[in-house]
């Protein structure tokens, strides 16, 4: 493989952590993008790698090319690349796949909880482990002397069937991605096709309404609060701030866990990495340290608490995403007004889940909408906008990055604005928080 990378959409989280990873591993990386600023670019810039304007001369000859999975075999960039027959070609997933191979690689795949199921994977085995890892919110590091590469797994697509771990977490087995999978059936296999992918274990939460629909063909552990679980959460003491509980193993008590995770959701995620580190045979004390370090992952409940306000911004984008995420506010702020602001991503999630969407965010005490934005929202045969939502949330207003947006957000201050979306509303957030001077 050419020492020479070019990466196309190098902005997107999963190549921007892989950019990283490459850099890291003693390669020449570029990659090339639209002008627009998000977030994982701040850190891509830091170490100097160069981010060009898409143009069909960004590719040379004898380079290794690897495509973000936003675009497709017509984009003038991926066209130049096949046409070259000394350039090596490789999708996003493809490539990362290729590189999994080198190292005891631990996955983590799941509807919902990835992005922070890996970054707790992550912190529990570098207590211990030089851990290499590639984690969705645009962080990746791996060296060639570490041990473990701890990697969140997307099944968009079936882009995960490109991995073959040693272990899988498998988190929750909720459809998504409703653009592409044909029925819960169609997703479901899918995690059964990745399954045969895994050498040597599953972890899979038992407690999954779907199960019991799964026909798996490699060894499984589950985990969950039910006692049906072969590692069970139990006694569980819930602050503010901190989650308590004891971890049994086949019925039996292991430890008393203190962690710094507020939410049942989290205290899953963490259990699922809990069962890694035992099946690893890591110490028990150092699985706990490990989890004790979890400082968050990027746009995931990150929290900023201002003069009046406070300000969080997650990366929820399905209902139940949402619902955990204000189930988990009402438990840290009981006393504070919810203010929620949510901008979807894909017109067919919405029109599939309009319900469920209305009702996970009628949690909040305040609904703002924000219009949808990109090209990839758009889908043939499906003609609503965001009123198709608003429509089912009384009292719910639609906004903008404007100024009289951000006059009505400050209206509703002093209070907790939960900004929610895997685009880019963190635009939004700044502006507010700006207005306040917070």
Not at 53 to 79: L, Q
Not at 217 to 232: F, I
Request: aromatic share 12%; charged share 25%.
């Amino acid at each position: 493989m050419s020492k020479s990378l070019h990466f196309i959409g190098i902005k997107g989280t999963g190549m921007a952590s892989l950019a990283k990873i490459m850099l890291n591993l003693g390669y020449s990386v570029q990659g090339s993008d639209i002008p627009r600023h998000f977030f994982t670019e701040d850190s891509l810039r830091e170490l100097q790698v160069p981010i060009l304007p898409f143009d069909a001369h960004n590719i040379k000859d004898n380079m290794t090319v690897i495509v973000g999975n936003a675009f497709g075999d017509d984009h003038e960039e991926v066209v130049a690349a096949r046409q070259n027959p000394s350039v090596k070609v490789y999708r996003y997933h493809e490539f990362l796949g290729h590189i999994m191979k080198d190292y005891r690689s631990i996955s983590v795949s799941g509807s919902h909880g990835k992005t922070t199921t890996t970054t707790l994977l992550r912190d529990m085995l570098e207590a211990s482990h030089n851990t290499g890892y590639l984690i969705g919110d645009g962080r990746g590091e791996l060296h060639t002397n570490d041990s473990y590469f701890a990697v969140e797994a997307c099944e968009f697509r079936r882009h995960f069937l490109a991995y073959y771990p040693k272990v899988a977490i498998m988190t929750n087995f909720e459809i998504d991605h409703v653009d592409y999978f044909k029925s819960v059936e169609d997703y479901l296999s899918a995690y059964e096709e990745f399954a045969n992918n895994v050498e040597e274990l599953l972890i899979v939460w038992g407690d999954d309404p779907h199960y019991g629909d799964l026909k798996f063909t490699k060894p499984v552990w589950t985990y969950g609060l039910s006692d049906r679980n072969k590692v069970q959460a139990m006694n569980i003491e819930r602050t503010k701030t901190h989650s308590i509980f004891d971890v049994n193993v086949d019925g039996k008590f292991i430890k008393r866990f203190n962690l710094p995770l507020v939410g049942d959701h989290m205290i899953l995620d963490a259990l699922a990495v809990i069962a890694v580190g035992i099946y690893e045979g890591i110490a028990l004390d150092s699985i706990e340290s490990g989890l004790q370090n979890f400082k968050g992952a990027k746009r995931r409940y990150v929290i900023e608490e201002g003069q009046e306000n406070v300000y969080i911004d997650d990366y929820a984008h399905h209902p139940t995403e949402i619902k955990v995420t204000l189930e988990a506010t009402r438990v840290r702020y009981p006393d504070k007004k919810i203010v929620a602001i949510f901008k979807p991503h894909r017109v067919g999630r919405v029109y599939y889940f309009v319900d469920e969407f209305a009702s996970a965010l009628s949690i909040a005490d305040k609904v703002f909408l924000c219009p949808f934005t990109s090209i990839d929202d758009q889908e043939e045969g499906i003609d609503i906008d965001i009123t198709y939502l608003q429509d089912r949330i009384p009292n719910s207003d639609i906004i903008d990055n404007m100024d009289s947006d951000i006059d009505k957000l400050e209206q509703e201050g002093p209070a907790v604005f939960v900004f929610m979306s895997s685009k880019d509303i963190y635009d939004l957030k700044d502006a507010l928080k700006t207005r306040y001077n917070d």
